[in-house]
């Protein structure tokens, strides 16, 4: 496996289910990320992760609960979502930077549908 | 905060032609770093070109160049010798280095190009 990978690629869930999203990366990276991509709407950060450290949660509702066991895994545990969190999950990777440009590598995917 | 702006839901354009996509950005950062990133219906984002904000010079990564215009805040992407791969996705996304959660993009709300046999 090369680059940003993502399992599964299609899920579908009812609301009371829990389900968790996969993420791994074999770039040697140090940050990640999870995105929500919605139609007609910016792509929109949900967490980062540098070095395993939790640095951002941009407003995330708490059905949503990421974990990052090592600086190649990250994953979204899902639960009791609502029919709206339905979306496109993107990952990311990318170096921590302290200087220059940040190139984040994405992975390709989970789109989620809540029924 | 950041805001990007792609105001062309949708554009399409015949094969072997040129096509100019458009982004506008807000900052008060005078470093910063821009970037045209692709999704092809297959999903996997990738990156196409980045600018610099401190260079003068438009990247160009061969049939991709950048319109670099720092003082308007615009920075569109132009597509030479249009290919049917090159139908896709495309968004336009700011890093800024000064910002808190430096290492955050934030993204516009994309383009679709489709490319015309």
């Known amino acids: 496996e090369t680059g940003v990978t993502q399992t599964p690629r299609h899920l579908v869930m009812g609301m009371t289910n829990k389900k968790s999203l996969k993420c791994e990366q074999h770039?040697?990276?140090?940050?990640m990320y999870w995105y929500k991509q919605s139609a007609k709407k910016p792509l929109e950060l949900m967490f980062v992760y540098n070095f395993k450290e939790q640095t951002e949660n941009n407003s995330v509702p708490s059905r949503f609960s990421p974990e990052c066991p090592n600086s190649s895994h990250l994953f979204l545990h899902l639960h009791t979502l609502q029919p709206e969190d339905s979306a496109l999950y993107l990952c990311?990777?990318?170096?921590?930077?302290?200087?220059?440009?940040?190139?984040?590598?994405f992975g390709p995917g989970t789109r989620l549908t809540v029924l | 905060a950041q805001t990007v702006t792609q105001s062309q839901p949708e554009m399409s354009v015949q094969e072997a032609e040129t096509v100019t996509l458009s982004c506008t950005y807000d900052t008060s950062e005078s470093n910063y770093y821009l970037f045209w990133y692709k999704q092809p219906p297959s999903r996997q984002m990738i990156l196409v070109i980045r600018q610099e904000a401190y260079k003068q010079q438009n990247a160009t990564e061969n049939r991709f160049s950048v319109n670099f215009q720092k003082a308007a805040k615009s920075f569109s992407l132009k597509i030479s010798d249009s290919q049917l791969g090159d139908t896709a996705m495309y968004f336009c996304?700011?890093?800024?280095?000064?910002?808190?959660?430096?290492?955050?993009?934030?993204f516009g709300t994309g383009t679709r190009l489709t490319v015309i046999p």
């Open positions: 990311a990777s990318s170096q921590e930077r302290t200087s220059g440009y940040n190139e984040q590598f």
């Open positions: 770039l040697g990276h140090n940050a």
């Open positions: 996304a700011f890093n800024s280095p000064g910002e808190t959660g430096a290492n955050n993009l934030f």
